[in-house]
């Protein structure tokens, strides 16, 4: 059994930042990507950022030019830094973790941005 273990998350006010954290209890193999994702009460899951085994990064419109995705691929470890943080962030962010044919998530971590 392996599961992806999150962290980061918390209560803090707009234009305050965070950093969350996901990586596997046990080593996985052949990672093709690892991305973040997140939804809010009331709205369809979405993808806010990813990151590709050739360090291709994609995100969300809303998040551009605050987020960064990196990794740290001897603990197959994803970061999301999160900047300038807006009340519209408000959601559970999940980790994501791709293999040719299986997919990982992770349990969610509360993300609120509230004055």
């Known amino acids: 059994q392996v599961q992806l273990v999150e962290s980061g998350g918390g209560l803090v006010q707009p234009g305050d930042s965070l950093r969350l954290s996901c990586a596997p209890s046990?080593?996985?193999?052949?990672?093709?990507?690892m991305a973040w994702y997140r939804q809010a009460p009331g709205k369809e899951r979405e993808l806010v950022a990813a990151i590709s085994g050739g360090d291709t990064t994609n995100y969300a419109d809303s998040v551009k030019g605050r987020f960064t995705i990196s990794r740290e691929d001897a603990k197959n470890t994803v970061y999301l830094q999160m900047n300038n943080l807006r009340p519209e962030d408000t959601a559970v962010y999940y980790c994501n973790l791709r293999q040719s044919i299986i997919t990982y998530w992770g349990q969610g971590t509360q993300v609120t941005v509230s004055s």
């Open positions: 046990k080593r996985i193999f052949s990672i093709r990507s």
